[in-house]
């Protein structure tokens, strides 16, 4: 691609998607039609590259317009945005949704991923690609790749997709088709006749339809109606097997409350919490939170009232709050059962933390491949703001706070918190360094606090039950209810809620444990960056320090449960894989060791080991533990590291020569 502004004017959809999103082009150096005005001005400067942060949409209008960004309606986008076209290049090959090249306006994501890979996505795999080539064969695909040549391969490509966030219904798939009003399926679990279809007519008139010149009504990116082909979605309960328990707190609005209506989720105790925020005040949420006890949920467990305290106190000013709903953590879903199933209840809360911390606007940064999540985001959001729950004045409190979404395009970086700020900034989503941390330092370069999803949930409760209140459930140090994202082989994958403190075995006989005749050999906690139990180790609580006692951590709530019919050699060489591929690539240690951890795993897992491959995974693993800039370098060998010294997986590879390093050139 040749890095320049090009001549070459954008097709009309191009041009239309783009105009939906930005408006209408208003001079020729935004690539409009040249006029008398454009002769005695120039656009340029600050207000020129403000809207910078408006890339990535950009960058998604287009894609799901057509299916692929073309060079042209780069230029385009960059023009509209005064954004050089090497930086957008840069940013646009960054996430894996994107694409650069020519590609059919079907596509079809299969999950390759650990949990899915417990439950079949192998077989999956090959009846896909049985029926539609080897994956990304389509027009496009790489010079000299074998492609099947029938009309449905024509019409639709195909990826081996990391963790969808689906892994409760494994094997899943997800299926995205371009057009005018973007449509998709998702389909768990998920068989190749249902996914493999060709794409579907345009609707007529889609083609090349301009905007109308005015920015169009904020709408549901997707349509709500999903392609046909897969079976119809399951209601988000049929994820929470607990579903309809008196005791449950975070979970007890899915379905009870209809997600799709404000007047149900008030009806079921929606708003109380804000009210109650309004008549303590700033300070006091603060107060009430930090009495609680509550700590983050997103992984990293820090005490979300010193988060606040910490930015509400900068005295820079806007500041912002950013819920970080990007969960792309391997087998978690959790954050996507909320939104799905209780979405007013994170903006109710997303209120209350702009209200604590002084922000009148929030991000909510979701992950690219949650569609069902967005819609009903979208929809709880225009109804609150159209009953003055967000807008001016906040149930007339003079209270200003309004949530503006983004949403996350295929990069699991994102999540980092550093990372979703480069990304809603339309830069490259590559973590910074720290310090500064986000409360000083943080979107835009203003005080901000970044919230996983379930965190912010459990600001209502507080807020109902007082600080003290919700403190006494749990234990001291690990306060409050706690999801589990509960998957693998056990009977009733799912989310579920219990206090901090349970144990793990009473989850998983909750979970209705493995198949009659089945053991677990094996737990992973917390996710890819997270670490192996072994089946007779359950019975440690699940706290903090619980966890950190046992040796692994609780992160994001992952409880990925292997029996003995899994191939652990081959997980850990899927969750190589997935580090390797997510690697921002900005830091030497993980960049590298990433791709040597992998090598090494798959040497050894086809039993073609030199003896030098412990030895090596050691050493590269503490490379990046001590070296790597972000949580994911630092984590990426902590499963594989846990698998090799507590489950013995790879315990008969000859150990390497002691005079092996000597001998190597
Ligand atoms: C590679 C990486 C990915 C992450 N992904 C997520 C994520 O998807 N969701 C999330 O809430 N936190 C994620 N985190 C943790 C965030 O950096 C941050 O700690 C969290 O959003 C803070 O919110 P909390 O205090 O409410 O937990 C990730 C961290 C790393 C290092
Ligand atoms: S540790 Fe990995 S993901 Fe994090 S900044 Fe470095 S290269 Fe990027």
Known sequence: ?????????????????????????????????????????????????????????????VNDRIGWVSEEALGYICRRLTVPPAEAYGVATFYSMLSLRERPRRQVHVCTDI??????????????????????????????????????????????????????????????????????????????????????????????????????????TFSPEPLPGPAAEPPPEASVPQVGDPGLILLRRIGAADPEDLDSYRAHGGYTALRRALLLGPSGVIREVTDAGLAGRGGAAFPTGRKWAATAQRPETPRYLVCNADESEPGTFKDRVIMEGDPF??????????????????????????????????????QARARGLLGPDVLGSGFSFDIEIRRGAGAYICGEETAIFNSIEGLRGEPRSKPPFPVEYGLFGRPTAVNNVETLVNVLPILQMGGPGYASIGVPGSTGPKLYCVSGTVARPGVYELPFGATLRELLELAGGCAPGREPRAVLLGGAAGGFVRGDELDFPLTVQGARDAGTTLGSGVVLVFDDTVDMAAVLVRIAAFFRDESCGQCVPCRVGTVRQEEALIRLSRGAGTGTELPLLREVGAAMRDASICGLGQTAWNAVESAIDRLGVFAGAAPASPTAPEEAP
């Not at 029938?150 to 057009?179: I, K, M, N, Y």
């Not at 922000?359 to 009903?376: D, K, M, N, V, W």
């Open 1 to 61: 691609m040749d890095l320049q502004h090009l001549e070459a004017p954008p097709t009309d959809a191009e041009r239309a998607a783009v105009d939906a999103l930005l408006g209408p082009a208003g001079s020729a150096w935004e690539g409009g039609d040249r006029t008398e005005g454009d002769l005695r001005r120039a656009d340029g400067g600050h207000t020129a590259r403000a809207r910078r942060d408006l890339l990535l949409p950009a960058l998604h209008a």
């Open 115 to 220: 949990a899915c890979a417990a439950r079949g996505a192998q077989r999956l795999r090959a009846e896909v690609a049985e029926r539609l080539g080897e994956p990304g064969h389509a027009p496009g695909a790489p010079e000299g790749a074998p492609r099947a040549d029938g009309p449905e391969q024509q019409d639709v490509t195909w990826a081996e997709s990391p963790c969808l966030g689906l892994c409760e219904r494994a094997p899943a798939a997800l299926v995205l088709e371009a057009g005018e009003r973007p449509r998709y399926a998702v389909a768990a679990p998920a068989t190749a006749e249902e996914v493999c279809g060709p794409a579907l007519p345009e609707p007529a008139g889609a083609n090349g339809a301009s905007a109308n010149g005015h920015r169009p009504a904020p709408r549901t």
């Open 345 to 382: 209840s994170l903006i109710e809360a997303m209120t209350v933390a702009g209200y604590a911390i002084g922000a009148q606007t929030g991000y909510l940064y979701i992950r690219g491949e949650y569609p069902r999540a967005l819609s009903r985001l979208e929809n709880a959001i225009a």
